[in-house]
């Protein structure tokens, strides 16, 4: 069993940034993939950012390309979330997830084997 635990939430101005940590417990968090993922008021969770095993390899929805980054830190068993460039629109709550299977497939949230709680962002115009 993983425990998943996002920190770093909280109210920025447009234009911002903001950096979120995902602490995950156990000693296999660096064989799984992770993915961030958020879902804002009245609408569906949406993917957000992947990462590999090694985090040699990352993925972002078209919105946050060149705005986000995603990271780990492997020896820290956390994964980062950096976050650019703030809109409105990124208002949500973020959550971290695990993949056990390392399947390839950041996008779909059925992916995922474990989640973490979220914590809220929001960014104000």
């Known amino acids: 069993q993983v425990q998943l635990v996002e920190s770093g939430g909280g109210l920025v101005q447009a234009g911002g940034s903001m950096r979120l940590s995902c602490a995950a417990s156990g000693r296999t968090f660096s064989t799984y993939a992770m993915g961030w993922f958020r879902q804002a008021p009245g609408k569906e969770r949406e993917f957000v950012a992947g990462i590999n095993w090694s985090g040699s390899s990352t993925y972002y929805v078209d919105s946050v390309k060149g705005r986000f980054t995603i990271s780990r830190d492997n020896a820290k068993n956390t994964v980062y979330l950096q976050m650019n460039s703030l809109k409105p629109e990124d208002t949500a709550v973020y959550y971290c997830?695990?993949?056990?299977?390392?399947?390839?497939?950041?996008?779909?949230?059925?992916?995922?084997?474990?989640w973490g709680q979220g914590t809220q962002v929001t960014v104000s115009s």
């Open positions: 997830a695990a993949d056990r299977q390392n399947s390839g497939t950041y996008y779909y949230a059925l992916t995922y084997d474990y």
